[in-house]
DNA sequence: TATTGACTCTAACGTAACGGCATAGTTTAT
DNA sequence: ATAAACTATGCCGTTACGTTAGAGTCAATA
């Protein structure tokens, strides 16, 4: 099932434009397009289109929502509960403004003056901007390398589809090649050789991957659930098995 | 008590260069400046501000909150009772997006998919805007002549403190004068001619007023007690007064 | 089948609400 | 009297779209 322009924005409530801007700017690139050149949107675009409305929501730029969303090993869930407890803090400031108001009222009627501090207590953002930097924190911190990751996401925001593909293609190819010679060890030749052409095809699609980056990497991978779960599903133990061929990799230069 | 605009910068949360935007806009001017060019800030120029702020908070553009805050007669504490409104609105909302949070959360666990409306159910403006739209349309039906309200807006931003105090004296001066004058009845030549230089008192310092509008502006007089009420100040029965006289000399164009 | 009318595209300029920076004058504290 | 901390006025930059303009596309109807 796909839906063209106006029936998404229709059922969204956002404007045509609104989507042909996230188009523009790589936030949201419809699945595929009509021969006639129109954005075709499928139900997993909706479901990315949800989670950009979340985050606008709780006052995210775009660029943000984006950065957040594209980081490889995003999980869903996890995000929705973290957005649940912003949007549980934006309550909360809603009832302290309402509370204001309420004063506020109180003292015209009254005919009393209000303390200047009190009278603007509410409107106090600092507690969410608390948690938003937090959140966006953590994935510099995980997935850091912080100008590596930029320049990732400037080069990787031009890809197709069918770029996208083509070099997921590439890596699970070196992924299993890697996890065919496993019982050789990692200090193997051919293993070696695959192991840098890893990272030649790191440094092509993504970024340039400096030792430090790689090493980086194969920590990554190890440390991180997320990264781990998904490359020993190849063969189990890959992922510590990559990082101990990184690691001699990267000794050896 | 005067505040220079980092004082308020500080108390209110909001940068420098908003107040110096908010200043540039004609939303918020310092009742007074030092001789040195400082903006100096009053305590009700603080009261403003909130205003300002809750009207932000409500997604008013500034504008809009500089129209309605403008708007003669503007009665703080009505408008506060409606911003509740809206305010309690926005909290609903809030609510809803969040258990749209949690169901989101429970599809994710349960492998089930959502339905397309419902997703998007949470983020529908559309009960908000209604509001804030009956809100304008309020002040646009009470003071309306609607392009002459937004031309009058245009004039009167640039105002200095000094021209208002001017225009106002101006006002007050024929007010009285007419006052003095309502045993004469109505149709006294007199009476005309200060009628007559009403309006045109009127058409310098705020917008073209065409008889239409005269006449529309002598209505409003006696069916908006907050008009009623200012005008009979200066002597009872004024307020009606004016209306007759609004009239008349209307008819003899 | 030709023709509306509703919809689509790209491209490009416009706008709101500031942020940031440069340059220059002012106040205050030591 | 001199530095530190403020203040002022520009003016350009940015974000997230709005708003035409000009041109092609698609489905229903005359």
């Not at 009393?112 to 509410?122: G, I, L, P, V, Y």
Request: net charge negative; aromatic share 10%.
């Amino acid at each position: 099932m796909s839906y063209k322009v106006k029936e998404v924005a229709d059922m969204v409530g956002v404007s045509v434009r609104t989507l042909h801007h996230y188009d523009q700017i790589g936030l949201l690139r419809p699945e595929s397009v009509s021969p006639a050149g129109y954005r075709l949107y499928s139900d997993n675009d909706l479901e990315r289109l949800q989670q950009v409305l979340f985050f606008k929501e709780l006052g995210f730029s775009l660029q943000e929502s984006k950065d957040i969303i594209n980081k490889p090993g995003f999980d869903r869930k996890e995000a929705l509960s973290a957005h649940k407890n912003l949007l549980i803090e934006k309550k909360n400031r809603l009832e302290k403004i309402i509370s204001n108001v309420e004063q506020t009222i109180g003292a015209i009627e009254g005919g009393r003056q209000m303390d200047k501090k009190e009278m603007f207590e509410a409107f106090d953002m600092s507690e969410i901007e608390r948690h938003k930097e937090k959140y966006a924190e953590e994935a510099e911190q995980k997935y850091g390398h912080t100008d590596a990751f930029r320049e990732s996401q400037k080069k990787t925001a031009q890809y197709t589809k069918e770029d996208w593909t083509a070099i997921m293609n590439q890596g699970n190819e070196l992924y299993t090649r890697i996890a065919s010679k496993m019982d050789r060890g990692p200090e193997d030749p051919q293993v070696q050789e695959a192991v840098a052409q890893w990272r030649q095809h790191i440094t092509n699609s993504f970024y340039n991957c400096t030792l430090e980056i790689f090493r980086g990497l194969g920590d990554l991978y190890v440390n991180d659930e997320r990264f781990t779960a998904n490359i020993d599903q190849i063969k189990p133990g890959l992922a510590r098995f990559l990082r101990e061929a990184i690691n001699i990799y990267c000794n050896k230069l």
